[in-house]
């Protein structure tokens, strides 16, 4: 199954609503003390900028900054939020023909915009980053984690309500079967079961209002992806921030943050 979620994202009322997040994660905090002064010299691409939340925090820290999103309503919501300021354009990750080799220092792929369509689209998109880097450049992104140890929990009758994949409660018991229809499995177990054993693949988790199947991937097969399409890791971060390759830490979280080079 591939997905592709544009028609979803290019809307004006969800570009409103990215247009209004303001703040970083964790993981974004600790990598941008990291690189602190490194950042200074460098020219960044933030690929699937959306609305703009990494603009404020990244594009005064960076030499050249470019946001780039496909969805023409994202980039328009950036136009209008942040004016001249910083560059702005219409770019699809998996065919980038408006941006040269060699280009960048640095991008940023935030908020699992790469788990946002299939598995061959993110191996398109995985050589059209790394052709756009420099050599020696930075990738720094974040992917959905197969092995969540939450993962069965956000299924459950029992999820709690306010966390990031909570089914409202009236309604709860047709979404949570709405979700097992579009997942094509009576038990989210079992389905949950058969991707890991596969490492990858596409799970309907309720995001963009259940309307979209995401990628979820292990740590140990998102490293080969990356090893396979040229790129070195150097440091995996837990969504709490903590710079670690513990599998145990990082499989607490939902999401886990890749640098590599
Ligand atoms: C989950 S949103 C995150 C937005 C923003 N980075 C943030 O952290 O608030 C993912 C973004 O990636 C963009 N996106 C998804 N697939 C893309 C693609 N193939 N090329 C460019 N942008 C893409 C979407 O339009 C959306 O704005």
Same mark, same amino acid.
């Not at 028609?7 to 409103?16: A, G, P, Q, R, V």
């Not at 699809?92 to 946002?116: A, E, K």
């Not at 790129?231 to 890749?258: P, V």
């Given at each position: 199954?591939?997905?592709?979620?544009?028609?979803?994202? #290019?809307?004006?009322?969800?570009?409103?609503?990215?247009?209004? /997040? &303001?703040?970083?994660?964790?993981?974004?905090?600790?990598? +941008?003390?990291?690189?602190?002064?490194?950042?200074?010299?460098? !020219?960044?691409? #933030?690929?699937?900028?959306?609305?703009?939340?990494?603009?404020?925090?990244?594009?005064?820290?960076?030499?050249?900054?470019?946001?780039? #999103?496909?969805?023409?309503?994202?980039?328009?919501?950036?136009?209008?939020?942040?004016? #001249?300021?910083?560059?702005?354009?219409? *770019?699809?990750?998996?065919?980038?023909?408006?941006?040269? &080799? %060699? =280009?960048?220092?640095?991008?940023?792929? =935030?908020? @699992?915009?790469? !788990? =946002?369509?299939?598995?061959? !689209? /993110?191996?398109?998109?995985?050589?059209?980053?790394? /052709?756009?880097?420099?050599?020696?450049?930075?990738?720094?992104?974040?992917?959905? @984690?197969?092995?969540?140890?939450?993962?069965?929990?956000?299924?459950?009758? /029992?999820?709690?309500?306010?966390?990031?994949?909570?089914?409202?409660?009236?309604?709860?018991?047709? %979404?949570?079967?709405?979700?097992?229809?579009?997942?094509?499995?009576?038990?989210?177990?079992?389905?949950?079961?058969?991707?890991?054993?596969?490492?990858?693949?596409?799970?309907?988790?309720?995001?963009?209002?259940?309307?979209?199947? +995401?990628?979820?991937?292990?740590?140990?097969?998102?490293?080969?992806?990356?090893?396979?399409?040229?790129?070195?890791?150097?440091?995996?971060?837990?969504?709490?921030?903590?710079?670690? &390759?513990?599998?145990?830490?990082?499989?607490?979280?939902?999401? +886990?943050?890749?640098? *590599?080079?």
């Amino acid at each position: 199954m591939t997905t592709d979620h544009k028609i979803l994202y #290019d809307t004006e009322h969800i570009s409103c609503d990215y247009a209004a /997040r &303001d703040y970083l994660d964790m993981a974004e905090k600790t990598f +941008i003390e990291e690189f602190s002064k490194k950042l200074t010299e460098m !020219d960044m691409l #933030d690929m699937g900028v959306g609305g703009g939340r990494t603009t404020k925090y990244f594009a005064p820290l960076v030499k050249n900054y470019t946001g780039a #999103d496909y969805a023409p309503y994202m980039i328009a919501a950036c136009k209008k939020k942040y004016g #001249d300021s910083y560059k702005f354009i219409e *770019c699809d990750v998996r065919d980038m023909n408006s941006v040269s &080799d %060699n =280009s960048f220092d640095f991008i940023l792929f =935030s908020y @699992n915009g790469i !788990d =946002s369509f299939g598995h061959d !689209d /993110r191996l398109h998109a995985l050589a059209e980053i790394r /052709r756009a880097l420099k050599p020696g450049g930075i990738f720094f992104f974040s992917s959905h @984690n197969l092995n969540w140890s939450g993962l069965y929990g956000i299924f459950s009758f /029992r999820a709690k309500e306010g966390s990031c994949f909570s089914l409202k409660k009236p309604g709860r018991l047709f %979404n949570l079967l709405r979700l097992r229809y579009l997942n094509k499995s009576v038990s989210m177990k079992r389905h949950i079961k058969k991707l890991r054993k596969k490492k990858a693949g596409h799970i309907y988790d309720n995001s963009l209002n259940g309307k979209a199947g +995401i990628y979820y991937i292990t740590a140990e097969e998102q490293v080969k992806q990356l090893h396979d399409a040229g790129f070195n890791i150097t440091a995996t971060y837990s969504r709490s921030g903590i710079k670690t &390759d513990d599998e145990e830490i990082l499989d607490s979280g939902c999401w +886990i943050y890749y640098l *590599c080079n």
